[in-house]
Protein backbone atom coordinates (compact mmCIF):
# COMPACT_ATOMS: atom_id res chain seq x y z
CA UNK A 1 0.00 0.00 0.00
CA UNK A 2 0.79 3.46 -0.92
CA UNK A 3 1.11 6.06 2.31
CA UNK A 4 1.10 9.32 2.73
CA UNK A 5 1.83 11.39 6.15
CA UNK A 6 0.90 14.78 6.83
CA UNK A 7 1.84 16.61 9.74
CA UNK A 8 5.43 15.24 10.02
CA UNK A 9 5.74 15.50 13.57
CA UNK A 10 6.39 13.20 17.19
CA UNK A 11 3.15 11.11 16.04
CA UNK A 12 2.78 11.04 12.43
CA UNK A 13 6.75 11.39 11.69
CA UNK A 14 7.43 8.57 13.62
CA UNK A 15 4.76 5.76 12.50
CA UNK A 16 5.69 7.04 9.01
CA UNK A 17 9.13 7.03 9.61
CA UNK A 18 8.85 3.17 10.65
CA UNK A 19 6.37 2.24 7.94
CA UNK A 20 9.08 3.95 5.41
CA UNK A 21 11.82 1.69 7.04
CA UNK A 22 10.02 -1.37 6.27
CA UNK A 23 9.81 -0.89 3.24
CA UNK A 24 6.34 0.90 2.64
CA UNK A 25 6.06 3.46 0.28
CA UNK A 26 5.64 6.39 2.55
CA UNK A 27 5.11 10.33 1.25
CA UNK A 28 5.95 12.65 3.68
CA UNK A 29 4.65 16.22 3.72
CA UNK A 30 6.49 18.67 5.63
CA UNK A 31 6.56 22.52 6.80
CA UNK A 32 9.07 24.03 8.81
CA UNK A 33 11.38 21.08 8.10
CA UNK A 34 11.12 20.49 4.52
CA UNK A 35 14.39 21.80 3.83
CA UNK A 36 16.43 20.02 6.83
CA UNK A 37 14.95 16.57 6.22
CA UNK A 38 15.82 17.24 2.76
CA UNK A 39 19.08 17.80 3.13
CA UNK A 40 19.63 15.30 6.72
CA UNK A 41 16.91 12.94 6.01
CA UNK A 42 14.07 11.98 8.79
CA UNK A 43 15.69 10.70 12.18
CA UNK A 44 14.54 8.65 14.87
CA UNK A 45 15.82 8.28 18.34
CA UNK A 46 13.96 5.63 19.95
CA UNK A 47 13.87 3.54 22.87
CA UNK A 48 13.54 0.59 20.50
CA UNK A 49 17.11 1.35 18.98
CA UNK A 50 17.49 4.19 16.66
CA UNK A 51 17.63 4.91 12.52
CA UNK A 52 17.79 7.24 10.57
CA UNK A 53 15.95 7.32 7.11
CA UNK A 54 18.24 9.45 4.79
CA UNK A 55 16.40 9.17 1.47
CA UNK A 56 12.71 9.82 1.92
CA UNK A 57 10.06 11.27 -0.52
CA UNK A 58 9.38 14.72 0.81
CA UNK A 59 7.04 17.48 -0.49
CA UNK A 60 6.22 21.04 1.05
CA UNK A 61 3.59 21.08 -0.93
CA UNK A 62 0.38 18.36 -1.06
CA UNK A 63 -0.55 18.72 -4.97
CA UNK A 64 2.85 17.67 -5.94
CA UNK A 65 2.08 14.51 -4.48
CA UNK A 66 0.90 10.81 -5.29
CA UNK A 67 -2.28 9.39 -4.31
CA UNK A 68 -2.22 6.97 -1.51
CA UNK A 69 -3.64 4.18 -0.26
CA UNK A 70 -3.93 5.62 3.48
CA UNK A 71 -3.20 8.92 4.74
CA UNK A 72 -1.61 9.05 8.30
CA UNK A 73 -2.77 12.49 9.47
CA UNK A 74 -0.58 13.72 12.64
CA UNK A 75 -1.38 17.50 12.49
CA UNK A 76 -2.14 19.45 15.70
CA UNK A 77 -6.18 19.59 16.14
CA UNK A 78 -5.68 23.36 16.05
CA UNK A 79 -5.11 23.08 12.65
CA UNK A 80 -7.91 20.42 11.71
CA UNK A 81 -9.55 22.87 9.20
CA UNK A 82 -6.12 22.62 6.77
CA UNK A 83 -7.01 18.94 5.75
CA UNK A 84 -10.21 21.01 3.75
CA UNK A 85 -7.46 21.28 1.49
CA UNK A 86 -4.55 19.36 2.39
CA UNK A 87 -6.66 15.95 1.79
CA UNK A 88 -8.30 16.00 -1.52
CA UNK A 89 -5.06 15.95 -4.08
CA UNK A 90 -4.26 12.39 -1.87
CA UNK A 91 -6.98 10.53 -2.22
CA UNK A 92 -8.40 8.10 -4.47
CA UNK A 93 -11.83 6.28 -4.85
CA UNK A 94 -11.04 3.87 -1.93
CA UNK A 95 -8.58 5.75 0.21
CA UNK A 96 -8.76 5.52 3.96
CA UNK A 97 -7.58 8.45 6.53
CA UNK A 98 -6.45 7.57 9.67
CA UNK A 99 -6.51 10.97 12.19
CA UNK A 100 -3.72 9.77 14.47
CA UNK A 101 -4.62 12.78 16.92
CA UNK A 102 -6.37 13.63 20.34
CA UNK A 103 -10.14 14.08 21.25
CA UNK A 104 -13.51 13.79 20.55
CA UNK A 105 -15.51 14.77 17.29
CA UNK A 106 -12.86 14.61 14.65
CA UNK A 107 -13.95 12.10 12.32
CA UNK A 108 -17.65 14.06 12.52
CA UNK A 109 -16.05 17.10 11.28
CA UNK A 110 -13.47 15.51 8.52
CA UNK A 111 -16.79 13.56 7.53
CA UNK A 112 -19.03 16.79 7.28
CA UNK A 113 -16.47 18.10 5.01
CA UNK A 114 -15.69 14.53 2.84
CA UNK A 115 -18.82 12.81 2.81
CA UNK A 116 -17.94 9.64 0.90
CA UNK A 117 -14.03 9.63 2.60
CA UNK A 118 -13.18 6.20 4.48
CA UNK A 119 -12.12 7.08 7.67
CA UNK A 120 -10.41 5.68 11.11
CA UNK A 121 -9.15 6.81 14.16
CA UNK A 122 -5.48 6.28 15.07
CA UNK A 123 -5.43 5.70 18.70
CA UNK A 124 -1.63 6.33 19.52
CA UNK A 125 -0.02 5.18 22.97
CA UNK A 126 3.07 6.56 23.15
CA UNK A 127 5.71 9.28 24.58
CA UNK A 128 7.22 10.85 21.90
CA UNK A 129 8.41 14.48 20.93
CA UNK A 130 9.86 16.50 18.08
CA UNK A 131 12.97 17.64 19.79
CA UNK A 132 15.23 19.35 16.95
CA UNK A 133 13.66 19.62 13.24
CA UNK A 134 13.70 16.34 11.56
CA UNK A 135 14.61 14.70 14.42
CA UNK A 136 12.06 12.28 16.64
CA UNK A 137 12.51 11.11 20.39
CA UNK A 138 10.52 8.08 20.83
CA UNK A 139 10.79 7.53 24.54
CA UNK A 140 9.00 4.92 25.25
CA UNK A 141 5.39 2.74 24.05
CA UNK A 142 4.35 3.02 20.98
CA UNK A 143 1.32 0.87 19.99
CA UNK A 144 -1.44 2.43 18.00
CA UNK A 145 -5.30 1.17 18.13
CA UNK A 146 -7.33 1.58 14.75
CA UNK A 147 -10.83 2.22 15.54
CA UNK A 148 -13.15 2.10 12.15
CA UNK A 149 -15.41 5.32 11.43
CA UNK A 150 -16.86 5.01 7.95
CA UNK A 151 -14.25 2.52 6.67
CA UNK A 152 -16.85 0.10 4.32
CA UNK A 153 -13.39 -1.65 3.20
CA UNK A 154 -12.82 -4.06 6.35
CA UNK A 155 -10.12 -5.66 4.58
CA UNK A 156 -8.36 -2.34 3.99
CA UNK A 157 -8.40 -1.96 8.15
CA UNK A 158 -6.62 -5.46 8.09
CA UNK A 159 -4.19 -5.04 5.85
CA UNK A 160 -3.26 -1.24 7.43
CA UNK A 161 -3.01 -3.15 11.19
CA UNK A 162 -1.10 -6.11 9.26
CA UNK A 163 1.39 -3.36 7.78
CA UNK A 164 1.64 -1.74 11.14
CA UNK A 165 2.71 -5.05 12.79
CA UNK A 166 4.90 -5.86 10.03
CA UNK A 167 6.96 -2.20 10.51
CA UNK A 168 7.09 -3.29 14.17
CA UNK A 169 4.21 -1.16 15.74
CA UNK A 170 1.97 -2.96 17.58
CA UNK A 171 -1.33 -2.44 15.92
CA UNK A 172 -4.74 -3.74 16.42
CA UNK A 173 -8.05 -2.97 15.69
CA UNK A 174 -10.63 -1.70 18.32
CA UNK A 175 -14.00 -0.20 19.31
CA UNK A 176 -14.35 3.17 17.38
CA UNK A 177 -16.00 5.19 20.23
CA UNK A 178 -15.35 3.52 23.35
CA UNK A 179 -12.02 3.81 22.21
CA UNK A 180 -12.15 7.14 21.30
CA UNK A 181 -13.89 7.90 25.09
CA UNK A 182 -11.33 5.93 26.96
CA UNK A 183 -8.67 7.49 25.52
CA UNK A 184 -10.23 10.99 26.85
CA UNK A 185 -10.15 9.12 30.09
CA UNK A 186 -6.90 9.61 30.48
CA UNK A 187 -6.48 12.86 27.77
CA UNK A 188 -8.92 15.62 29.36
CA UNK A 189 -7.79 15.22 32.89
CA UNK A 190 -3.96 15.36 32.83
CA UNK A 191 -3.46 17.29 29.54
CA UNK A 192 -5.20 20.87 31.08
CA UNK A 193 -4.08 20.14 34.79
CA UNK A 194 -0.91 19.85 34.16
CA UNK A 195 -0.69 23.41 32.20
CA UNK A 196 -3.31 25.09 34.90
CA UNK A 197 -1.09 23.67 37.92
CA UNK A 198 1.78 23.98 35.79
CA UNK A 199 3.38 20.25 37.08
CA UNK A 200 3.33 16.44 36.38
CA UNK A 201 1.29 13.51 36.42
CA UNK A 202 3.08 11.81 39.60
CA UNK A 203 2.88 15.23 41.36
CA UNK A 204 -1.05 15.59 40.64
CA UNK A 205 -1.54 12.05 41.54
CA UNK A 206 0.42 12.46 44.74
CA UNK A 207 -1.33 14.75 45.91
CA UNK A 208 -4.52 13.92 48.13
CA UNK A 209 -6.65 17.03 46.40
CA UNK A 210 -5.56 17.01 43.11
CA UNK A 211 -5.63 12.87 42.63
CA UNK A 212 -9.12 13.30 43.68
CA UNK A 213 -9.67 16.21 41.65
CA UNK A 214 -8.16 14.07 38.64
CA UNK A 215 -10.08 11.12 39.81
CA UNK A 216 -13.46 13.24 39.66
CA UNK A 217 -12.93 14.33 36.27
CA UNK A 218 -12.38 10.65 34.94
CA UNK A 219 -15.74 9.97 36.22
CA UNK A 220 -16.89 13.00 34.14
CA UNK A 221 -15.30 11.34 31.19
CA UNK A 222 -16.96 8.10 31.92
CA UNK A 223 -20.57 9.26 32.72
CA UNK A 224 -20.53 11.31 29.72
CA UNK A 225 -19.70 8.11 27.57
CA UNK A 226 -22.28 5.94 29.39
CA UNK A 227 -24.55 9.04 29.06
CA UNK A 228 -24.01 8.47 25.39
CA UNK A 229 -24.56 5.11 25.14
CA UNK A 230 -20.56 4.04 24.61
CA UNK A 231 -20.04 0.84 25.99
CA UNK A 232 -16.80 -0.45 28.71
CA UNK A 233 -16.14 2.75 30.50
CA UNK A 234 -16.59 2.19 34.18
CA UNK A 235 -14.87 2.82 37.34
CA UNK A 236 -12.74 -0.08 36.78
CA UNK A 237 -11.07 1.73 34.01
CA UNK A 238 -10.53 4.95 35.96
CA UNK A 239 -8.65 3.14 38.26
CA UNK A 240 -6.73 1.23 35.82
CA UNK A 241 -5.56 4.60 34.44
CA UNK A 242 -4.67 5.49 37.53
CA UNK A 243 -2.67 2.64 38.46
CA UNK A 244 -0.96 2.86 34.51
CA UNK A 245 -0.02 6.68 35.72
CA UNK A 246 1.55 5.91 38.84
CA UNK A 247 3.90 3.63 37.53
CA UNK A 248 4.61 6.05 34.78
CA UNK A 249 8.00 8.19 34.93
CA UNK A 250 6.46 11.82 36.08
CA UNK A 251 5.09 13.07 32.39
CA UNK A 252 4.25 16.06 30.80
CA UNK A 253 1.63 15.72 27.91
CA UNK A 254 1.16 17.38 24.58
CA UNK A 255 -0.74 20.51 25.96
CA UNK A 256 1.99 21.18 28.58
CA UNK A 257 4.86 20.84 26.08
CA UNK A 258 2.32 23.41 23.55
CA UNK A 259 1.96 25.55 26.18
CA UNK A 260 5.46 25.69 27.35
CA UNK A 261 6.46 26.16 24.06
CA UNK A 262 4.15 29.54 23.29
CA UNK A 263 1.95 26.83 20.88
CA UNK A 264 -1.64 27.16 20.89
CA UNK A 265 -3.50 24.16 22.98
CA UNK A 266 -5.89 21.69 21.62
CA UNK A 267 -8.82 22.88 23.96
CA UNK A 268 -11.40 22.37 21.19
CA UNK A 269 -11.52 18.68 20.02
CA UNK A 270 -10.01 17.74 23.69
CA UNK A 271 -12.41 19.88 25.51
CA UNK A 272 -15.28 22.15 24.09
CA UNK A 273 -16.53 19.28 21.75
CA UNK A 274 -16.82 16.52 23.63
CA UNK A 275 -18.57 18.89 26.62
CA UNK A 276 -20.72 19.98 24.57
CA UNK A 277 -21.75 16.77 22.77
CA UNK A 278 -22.42 15.52 26.46
CA UNK A 279 -24.31 18.67 27.67
CA UNK A 280 -26.54 17.69 24.18
CA UNK A 281 -26.73 13.92 25.63
CA UNK A 282 -27.96 15.90 29.13
CA UNK A 283 -24.83 15.47 30.99
CA UNK A 284 -22.75 18.05 32.55
CA UNK A 285 -18.93 17.89 32.96
CA UNK A 286 -18.13 20.46 35.79
CA UNK A 287 -15.21 20.01 36.53
CA UNK A 288 -13.52 19.81 32.91
CA UNK A 289 -15.62 22.63 31.68
CA UNK A 290 -13.77 24.87 34.73
CA UNK A 291 -10.72 23.63 33.34
CA UNK A 292 -11.38 24.08 29.71
CA UNK A 293 -12.20 27.57 30.69
CA UNK A 294 -8.84 27.86 32.79
CA UNK A 295 -6.92 26.83 29.88
CA UNK A 296 -8.83 29.05 27.15
CA UNK A 297 -7.73 32.01 29.19
CA UNK A 298 -4.29 30.73 29.62
CA UNK A 299 -4.16 29.87 25.78
CA UNK A 300 -5.27 33.45 25.49
CA UNK A 301 -2.41 34.80 27.84
CA UNK A 302 0.06 32.83 26.08
CA UNK A 303 -0.56 33.70 22.52
CA UNK A 304 0.04 37.61 23.92
CA UNK A 305 3.44 36.86 25.22
CA UNK A 306 4.58 35.20 22.48
CA UNK B 1 -14.59 51.33 75.82
CA UNK B 2 -11.32 49.92 76.10
CA UNK B 3 -9.78 47.26 72.94
CA UNK B 4 -7.63 44.81 72.48
CA UNK B 5 -6.19 44.10 68.64
CA UNK B 6 -5.42 40.72 68.31
CA UNK B 7 -3.44 40.34 64.86
CA UNK B 8 -1.81 43.43 64.24
CA UNK B 9 -1.65 43.42 60.78
CA UNK B 10 -2.95 45.47 57.40
CA UNK B 11 -6.70 45.17 59.08
CA UNK B 12 -6.51 44.66 62.79
CA UNK B 13 -3.56 47.21 63.09
CA UNK B 14 -5.42 49.45 61.00
CA UNK B 15 -8.57 49.71 62.69
CA UNK B 16 -7.07 49.31 66.00
CA UNK B 17 -4.74 52.37 64.44
CA UNK B 18 -7.55 54.11 63.41
CA UNK B 19 -9.38 53.98 67.03
CA UNK B 20 -6.43 54.42 69.07
CA UNK B 21 -5.82 58.10 67.17
CA UNK B 22 -9.04 59.02 67.85
CA UNK B 23 -8.04 58.68 71.52
CA UNK B 24 -9.63 55.45 72.61
CA UNK B 25 -7.55 53.21 74.64
CA UNK B 26 -6.50 50.38 72.50
CA UNK B 27 -3.75 47.39 73.65
CA UNK B 28 -2.17 45.48 70.84
CA UNK B 29 -0.61 42.31 70.70
CA UNK B 30 2.16 42.02 68.52
CA UNK B 31 4.00 38.79 67.35
CA UNK B 32 7.48 39.66 64.77
CA UNK B 33 7.01 43.18 64.91
CA UNK B 34 6.78 43.29 68.55
CA UNK B 35 10.45 45.00 69.25
CA UNK B 36 10.31 47.34 66.27
CA UNK B 37 7.10 48.96 66.88
CA UNK B 38 8.15 49.53 70.77
CA UNK B 39 10.99 51.50 69.01
CA UNK B 40 9.31 53.26 66.30
CA UNK B 41 5.52 53.00 66.77
CA UNK B 42 2.67 52.17 64.47
CA UNK B 43 3.16 53.91 60.87
CA UNK B 44 -0.41 53.98 58.56
CA UNK B 45 0.27 55.06 55.24
CA UNK B 46 -3.26 55.79 53.98
CA UNK B 47 -5.20 57.38 51.34
CA UNK B 48 -6.88 59.35 53.82
CA UNK B 49 -3.93 61.12 55.20
CA UNK B 50 -0.57 59.34 56.74
CA UNK B 51 -0.15 59.48 60.56
CA UNK B 52 1.75 57.44 63.11
CA UNK B 53 1.69 56.26 66.65
CA UNK B 54 5.01 56.87 68.32
CA UNK B 55 3.64 55.85 71.61
CA UNK B 56 1.13 53.06 71.98
CA UNK B 57 0.32 49.81 74.52
CA UNK B 58 1.88 47.19 72.75
CA UNK B 59 2.84 43.27 74.05
CA UNK B 60 4.35 40.55 72.65
CA UNK B 61 2.42 38.49 75.68
CA UNK B 62 -1.22 38.52 76.09
CA UNK B 63 -1.02 37.60 79.62
CA UNK B 64 0.51 40.31 80.46
CA UNK B 65 -2.81 43.02 78.86
CA UNK B 66 -5.78 44.25 79.93
CA UNK B 67 -9.02 42.72 80.32
CA UNK B 68 -11.01 44.67 77.24
CA UNK B 69 -15.30 45.55 76.40
CA UNK B 70 -13.80 44.55 72.54
CA UNK B 71 -11.62 42.51 71.02
CA UNK B 72 -10.77 42.85 67.52
CA UNK B 73 -9.54 39.90 65.77
CA UNK B 74 -7.33 40.44 63.07
CA UNK B 75 -5.33 37.29 62.96
CA UNK B 76 -5.09 35.44 59.45
CA UNK B 77 -7.47 31.86 60.03
CA UNK B 78 -4.44 29.90 59.36
CA UNK B 79 -3.85 30.67 63.07
CA UNK B 80 -7.68 30.47 64.17
CA UNK B 81 -6.43 28.05 67.34
CA UNK B 82 -4.58 30.07 68.44
CA UNK B 83 -7.84 32.08 69.78
CA UNK B 84 -8.79 29.24 72.39
CA UNK B 85 -5.28 30.15 74.23
CA UNK B 86 -5.42 34.27 73.33
CA UNK B 87 -8.74 35.35 74.10
CA UNK B 88 -9.26 33.89 77.70
CA UNK B 89 -6.96 37.02 79.51
CA UNK B 90 -8.76 39.28 77.68
CA UNK B 91 -12.23 38.78 78.31
CA UNK B 92 -14.21 40.12 81.12
CA UNK B 93 -17.96 38.90 81.13
CA UNK B 94 -19.25 41.19 79.08
CA UNK B 95 -16.40 41.00 76.15
CA UNK B 96 -17.63 41.37 72.49
CA UNK B 97 -15.12 39.39 70.06
CA UNK B 98 -15.24 41.35 66.50
CA UNK B 99 -13.51 38.76 64.45
CA UNK B 100 -12.60 40.91 61.04
CA UNK B 101 -11.84 38.13 59.06
CA UNK B 102 -12.75 36.27 55.66
CA UNK B 103 -14.63 33.31 55.37
CA UNK B 104 -17.77 31.26 56.20
CA UNK B 105 -18.03 29.06 59.62
CA UNK B 106 -15.57 31.21 61.63
CA UNK B 107 -18.03 32.58 64.60
CA UNK B 108 -19.50 28.88 64.78
CA UNK B 109 -16.25 27.63 65.71
CA UNK B 110 -15.34 30.20 68.31
CA UNK B 111 -18.30 29.84 70.12
CA UNK B 112 -18.19 26.24 70.15
CA UNK B 113 -14.82 27.14 72.21
CA UNK B 114 -16.29 29.67 73.95
CA UNK B 115 -19.59 28.77 74.64
CA UNK B 116 -20.91 32.16 76.83
CA UNK B 117 -19.00 34.62 74.37
CA UNK B 118 -20.74 37.79 72.72
CA UNK B 119 -19.35 37.55 68.84
CA UNK B 120 -19.99 39.81 66.06
CA UNK B 121 -18.34 39.57 62.49
CA UNK B 122 -16.69 42.35 61.16
CA UNK B 123 -16.71 42.82 57.65
CA UNK B 124 -14.32 45.00 55.88
CA UNK B 125 -14.29 46.60 52.91
CA UNK B 126 -10.55 47.85 52.51
CA UNK B 127 -7.51 47.48 50.62
CA UNK B 128 -4.53 47.85 52.74
CA UNK B 129 -1.38 45.67 53.17
CA UNK B 130 1.26 45.43 55.69
CA UNK B 131 4.39 46.27 53.78
CA UNK B 132 6.88 46.64 56.21
CA UNK B 133 7.50 45.80 60.13
CA UNK B 134 4.61 47.76 61.72
CA UNK B 135 4.26 50.02 58.45
CA UNK B 136 0.82 49.74 57.37
CA UNK B 137 -0.06 50.52 53.63
CA UNK B 138 -3.75 51.56 53.54
CA UNK B 139 -4.68 52.02 49.45
CA UNK B 140 -8.42 52.67 49.05
CA UNK B 141 -12.14 52.00 51.14
CA UNK B 142 -11.92 51.09 54.44
CA UNK B 143 -15.41 51.15 55.23
CA UNK B 144 -16.34 47.87 57.89
CA UNK B 145 -19.46 46.10 58.21
CA UNK B 146 -20.68 44.76 61.88
CA UNK B 147 -22.81 41.37 61.78
CA UNK B 148 -24.14 40.78 65.63
CA UNK B 149 -23.61 36.71 65.95
CA UNK B 150 -24.47 36.14 69.47
CA UNK B 151 -24.17 39.56 71.09
CA UNK B 152 -27.39 39.38 73.74
CA UNK B 153 -26.34 43.38 74.39
CA UNK B 154 -27.81 45.40 71.98
CA UNK B 155 -26.13 48.52 72.92
CA UNK B 156 -22.56 47.36 72.57
CA UNK B 157 -23.12 46.71 69.39
CA UNK B 158 -24.28 50.19 68.63
CA UNK B 159 -21.36 51.61 70.55
CA UNK B 160 -19.27 49.70 68.32
CA UNK B 161 -19.92 51.21 65.33
CA UNK B 162 -20.26 54.72 67.17
CA UNK B 163 -16.32 54.38 68.07
CA UNK B 164 -15.38 53.34 64.54
CA UNK B 165 -17.83 56.12 63.31
CA UNK B 166 -15.96 59.18 65.62
CA UNK B 167 -12.62 57.66 64.46
CA UNK B 168 -13.12 58.34 60.79
CA UNK B 169 -14.25 54.78 59.67
CA UNK B 170 -17.50 53.84 57.56
CA UNK B 171 -19.64 51.53 59.67
CA UNK B 172 -22.56 50.17 60.27
CA UNK B 173 -24.47 47.20 61.04
CA UNK B 174 -25.45 44.56 58.91
CA UNK B 175 -27.65 41.03 58.70
CA UNK B 176 -24.62 38.31 59.80
CA UNK B 177 -25.07 35.58 57.57
CA UNK B 178 -26.53 37.67 54.74
CA UNK B 179 -23.25 39.78 55.62
CA UNK B 180 -20.84 36.79 55.25
CA UNK B 181 -22.85 35.61 52.85
CA UNK B 182 -22.43 38.15 50.26
CA UNK B 183 -19.11 39.13 50.60
CA UNK B 184 -18.07 35.40 49.82
CA UNK B 185 -19.38 35.82 46.73
CA UNK B 186 -16.67 38.23 46.03
CA UNK B 187 -14.39 35.85 47.90
CA UNK B 188 -14.28 32.71 46.77
CA UNK B 189 -14.07 33.38 43.37
CA UNK B 190 -10.75 35.99 43.23
CA UNK B 191 -8.82 35.23 45.80
CA UNK B 192 -8.68 31.76 44.47
CA UNK B 193 -8.38 32.22 40.41
CA UNK B 194 -5.98 34.43 41.26
CA UNK B 195 -3.83 32.42 42.76
CA UNK B 196 -4.67 29.13 40.27
CA UNK B 197 -4.19 31.29 37.21
CA UNK B 198 -1.49 33.65 38.64
CA UNK B 199 -3.43 36.64 37.54
CA UNK B 200 -5.34 39.59 38.58
CA UNK B 201 -8.94 40.19 38.86
CA UNK B 202 -9.22 42.86 35.78
CA UNK B 203 -7.42 39.94 33.73
CA UNK B 204 -10.11 37.73 34.72
CA UNK B 205 -12.64 39.87 33.68
CA UNK B 206 -11.18 40.63 30.74
CA UNK B 207 -11.22 37.00 29.30
CA UNK B 208 -14.64 35.86 28.53
CA UNK B 209 -13.85 32.00 29.78
CA UNK B 210 -12.89 33.42 32.90
CA UNK B 211 -15.45 36.17 33.23
CA UNK B 212 -18.04 33.68 32.72
CA UNK B 213 -16.61 30.79 35.01
CA UNK B 214 -16.04 33.87 38.08
CA UNK B 215 -20.05 34.68 36.97
CA UNK B 216 -20.86 30.53 37.62
CA UNK B 217 -18.83 30.75 40.70
CA UNK B 218 -20.79 33.08 42.26
CA UNK B 219 -24.10 31.69 41.22
CA UNK B 220 -22.74 28.85 43.33
CA UNK B 221 -22.40 30.72 46.43
CA UNK B 222 -25.44 32.61 46.16
CA UNK B 223 -27.00 29.37 45.53
CA UNK B 224 -25.51 27.93 48.33
CA UNK B 225 -26.82 31.08 50.15
CA UNK B 226 -30.17 30.31 48.97
CA UNK B 227 -30.16 26.93 50.01
CA UNK B 228 -29.40 27.90 53.55
CA UNK B 229 -32.33 30.33 53.80
CA UNK B 230 -30.10 33.17 53.84
CA UNK B 231 -32.16 36.50 52.43
CA UNK B 232 -30.83 39.30 49.67
CA UNK B 233 -28.13 37.06 47.54
CA UNK B 234 -29.64 36.99 43.86
CA UNK B 235 -28.42 37.65 40.07
CA UNK B 236 -28.61 41.05 40.80
CA UNK B 237 -25.80 41.41 43.14
CA UNK B 238 -23.36 39.16 41.13
CA UNK B 239 -23.98 41.85 38.71
CA UNK B 240 -23.08 44.57 41.12
CA UNK B 241 -19.86 42.61 42.33
CA UNK B 242 -19.11 42.16 38.94
CA UNK B 243 -19.60 45.87 37.68
CA UNK B 244 -17.46 47.06 41.04
CA UNK B 245 -14.68 45.27 40.06
CA UNK B 246 -14.23 46.49 36.77
CA UNK B 247 -13.93 49.81 38.25
CA UNK B 248 -11.81 48.75 40.76
CA UNK B 249 -7.54 48.75 39.86
CA UNK B 250 -6.43 45.48 38.68
CA UNK B 251 -5.95 43.97 42.03
CA UNK B 252 -4.54 41.20 43.68
CA UNK B 253 -6.73 39.86 46.85
CA UNK B 254 -5.52 38.29 50.02
CA UNK B 255 -4.88 34.91 49.31
CA UNK B 256 -2.81 35.86 46.17
CA UNK B 257 -0.37 37.72 48.26
CA UNK B 258 -0.10 35.29 50.49
CA UNK B 259 0.70 32.73 47.60
CA UNK B 260 3.55 34.99 46.20
CA UNK B 261 5.05 35.34 49.44
CA UNK B 262 5.32 31.71 50.46
CA UNK B 263 2.58 31.98 53.15
CA UNK B 264 -0.34 29.48 54.50
CA UNK B 265 -3.63 30.40 52.71
CA UNK B 266 -6.47 30.71 54.19
CA UNK B 267 -8.11 27.48 52.58
CA UNK B 268 -10.66 26.10 55.25
CA UNK B 269 -12.31 28.93 55.54
CA UNK B 270 -12.68 30.50 52.26
CA UNK B 271 -13.73 27.25 50.68
CA UNK B 272 -13.44 24.15 52.54
CA UNK B 273 -15.94 25.01 55.43
CA UNK B 274 -19.03 26.61 53.12
CA UNK B 275 -18.56 24.18 50.68
CA UNK B 276 -18.77 21.54 53.23
CA UNK B 277 -22.07 23.70 54.69
CA UNK B 278 -23.84 23.42 51.52
CA UNK B 279 -22.97 19.91 50.84
CA UNK B 280 -24.65 19.63 54.00
CA UNK B 281 -27.58 21.62 52.91
CA UNK B 282 -27.96 19.40 49.71
CA UNK B 283 -26.27 21.97 47.61
CA UNK B 284 -23.07 21.31 45.33
CA UNK B 285 -20.51 23.98 44.48
CA UNK B 286 -18.35 21.74 41.51
CA UNK B 287 -16.67 24.62 40.47
CA UNK B 288 -15.51 25.91 43.82
CA UNK B 289 -14.67 22.88 45.09
CA UNK B 290 -12.44 22.07 42.11
CA UNK B 291 -10.74 25.79 43.10
CA UNK B 292 -10.11 24.81 46.57
CA UNK B 293 -8.88 21.15 45.22
CA UNK B 294 -6.24 23.20 43.39
CA UNK B 295 -5.31 25.69 45.77
CA UNK B 296 -4.42 22.88 48.33
CA UNK B 297 -1.99 21.38 45.80
CA UNK B 298 -0.44 25.10 45.40
CA UNK B 299 -0.69 25.42 48.77
CA UNK B 300 1.83 22.17 49.38
CA UNK B 301 3.98 22.99 46.77
CA UNK B 302 4.54 26.67 48.46
CA UNK B 303 5.24 25.16 51.31
CA UNK B 304 7.68 22.43 49.93
CA UNK B 305 9.70 25.24 48.18
CA UNK B 306 9.75 28.00 51.08
Redesign the interface.
Known amino acids: MKYAVIGTGAIGGFYGAKLARAGHDVHFLLHSDYRYVCLNGLQVTSCNGDFILPQINVYSDVNLMPKVDVVLVGLKTTNEHLLRELLPPLLHEHTLVLLIQNGIGLEADVQEWFPGLALAAGLAFICSAKTEPGHINHQCYGQISIGNYSCGDKALIDALVNDFCQAGVEAHEVEYNEARWKKAVWNMPFNGMTV??H?QTN??LQ?P??R??ITEQMQEVVGAANALGVNGLNEAFIQQMLQMTDDMVPYSPSMRLDYDFHRPMEIFYLYTRPIAIAREAGFAM??L??????L???D??TNNVK
Chains 1, 2 share one sequence.
Open positions: AMTLLHATQLPKEMLQQQLFLNR
